[in-house]
């Protein structure tokens, strides 16, 4: 399996204001990687696509200008959520798809929960 | 459109057994995952499955029928540690994962 980490683990901030989520895949190198957000209660629903090297695939819905993705190398892909609004609250979640077995298996971080106040 | 259904919520006994159930509609298929989630935590692997059948894995199993569009996960002899969410997720035709809202199971003594 494949280790991916994210920090930070939780974000409070106000209104207005951005915030940088990281994802990390720290024992192998991940050219893809997937973002999610999951409402409580509610299913994961994926965001974007980050690729690294090049630009992010976002989901249908999802604006780019607002949720910045950075996949500036193998490891690290990065979230940012610029004039974040109450909205924007959730838990984020980053995942990566080692390529080890057949069947795209994807192994999660241990997510991001960001309230905006 | 794409779709995953599943019980929102399930409460069993220590040492039961319970069966919970999924139906998915997709644009093409490729598969269907069983995650568990515990509150604030992210999803773990349970299971895969592509063929009909039931694939058996310790005290869990899962079970998938293509035809019917159905995939039913089955949990034995009850532990508490296993109150958590259960997430169903069917890949597409992209290999895209299709998220259900998963199902709550609540363990009592």
């Known amino acids: 399996g494949a280790v991916v980490s994210q920090h930070p683990s939780r974000v409070i901030c106000k209104s207005g204001t951005s915030v940088k989520i990281e994802c990390r895949s720290l024992?192998?190198?991940?050219?893809?990687m997937f973002w999610y957000r999951q409402f409580p209660k509610k299913s994961l629903m994926l965001m974007a696509t980050?690729?690294?090297?090049?630009?992010?695939?976002?989901e249908q819905g999802v604006e780019k200008d607002k949720f910045l993705i950075n996949h500036a190398s193998l490891t690290l892909s990065t979230l940012t959520v610029t004039s974040a609004h109450p909205e924007d609250s959730s838990f984020y979640i980053c995942?990566?798809?080692?390529?080890?077995?057949?069947?795209?298996?994807?192994?999660f971080g241990p997510g991001t929960r960001l309230t905006v106040l | 459109g794409q779709n995953i259904d599943q019980p929102t919520e399930m409460t069993a006994t220590e040492g039961a057994i319970v069966q919970i159930n999924c139906t998915y509609q997709?644009?093409?298929?490729?598969?269907l995952f069983w995650y568990q989630q515990h509150a604030g935590e992210a999803p773990t692997f349970l299971s895969y499955n592509v063929l009909d059948g039931l694939e058996e894995k310790g005290r869990f199993s899962s079970f998938l029928s293509r035809s019917k569009g159905y995939s039913y996960l089955l949990l034995k002899e009850l532990q508490m540690k296993d109150s958590a969410s259960y997430l169903c997720a069917a890949s597409d035709s992209n290999y895209q994962l299709i998220w259900g809202a998963g199902t709550k199971l609540i363990i009592k003594p």
């Open positions: 997709t644009s093409g298929f490729n598969g």
């Open positions: 995942s990566v798809d080692p390529g080890e077995s057949s069947y795209n298996e994807q192994f």
């Open positions: 024992d192998f190198q991940a050219t893809t």
């Open positions: 980050s690729n690294e090297g090049s630009k992010a695939t976002y």
